[in-house]
């Protein structure tokens, strides 16, 4: 069983275009992420949802928009594509806790062209 | 802010020799450390952890790491490395948030490349 799933695993599209990637996990986590890893595999958090209310947003563009319908998914809608949004974007949860481990989904490469 | 700094970006190294992966912080505060590792084309998966207590940790795969707080480190190490080690190690520091959950923020990452 997968614990934490992302679709699609691959996404290529055109400058100026809106896409969403979705993220669903099944670990009964009340804690959900999303990060960054750019092309120089440095990874960043963007957006951290707790029970679906937004805790943390890391000066991530306005056209970046989680949406959290329940606690098991977290997806990320982006809109007016950049050159500069091509990167690995992953899901994680956690469990509400202190330092919980964080785990991750496999990854969705964007390619924006 | 609390940081890492992971000092090699390559380590070659050949199987069955031992490796260790450096990992310095920056913190003020009570600091709790992860290791990370990525296997090419695929997600993060936790090696190992320090939240307190012994200053030795072990974990999945052989790896271990010891936390030092005189030398602000956090290296990871393996007696003997195999193929199959071959990927990306990230070393992270924790931050709790207000409203639950935690904030990784990671170092640069390390390319352990591991030779016959």
């Known amino acids: 069983d997968t614990a934490v799933s992302q679709t699609p695993k691959y996404l290529v599209t055109q400058m100026g275009n809106d896409k969403s990637i979705k993220c669903e996990q099944n670990l009964g986590h009340d804690t959900m992420y999303w990060y960054k890893q750019d092309s120089k595999k440095f990874l960043k958090i963007m957006f951290s949802?707790?029970?679906?209310?937004?805790?943390i947003n890391e000066t991530v563009p306005n056209r970046f928009s989680p949406k959290s319908p329940d606690k098991a998914h977290l997806n990320l809608h982006i809109n007016s594509l950049e050159l500069g949004d091509s990167a690995v974007y992953f899901c994680?949860?956690?469990?509400?806790?202190?330092?919980?481990?964080?785990?991750f989904g496999p990854g969705t490469r964007l390619l924006v062209l | 802010a609390q940081s890492v700094t992971q000092l090699d970006s390559q380590v070659p190294v050949f199987e069955e020799a031992p490796v260790e992966l450096r990992c310095n912080y920056s913190s003020s505060v009570s600091v709790y450390l992860f290791w990370y590792v990525q296997y090419p084309n695929q997600g993060l998966q936790l090696l190992l952890k320090?939240?307190?207590?012994?200053?030795l940790v072990k974990g999945i795969n052989g790896f271990e790491a010891e936390f030092n707080k005189s030398q602000t480190s956090f290296h990871l190490r393996k007696p003997s490395v195999h193929i199959s080690d071959t990927a990306e190690y990230f070393c992270?520091?924790?931050?709790?948030?207000?409203?639950?959950?935690?904030?990784?923020?990671f170092g640069t990452g390390t390319q352990l490349k591991v030779e016959l």
């Open positions: 994680a949860s956690s469990q509400v806790g202190g330092y919980e481990t964080q785990y």
């Open positions: 992270a520091v924790s931050d709790r948030l207000t409203g639950g959950g935690n904030k990784l923020t």
């Open positions: 320090y939240l307190s207590g012994s200053t």
């Open positions: 949802y707790n029970n679906k209310e937004l805790i």
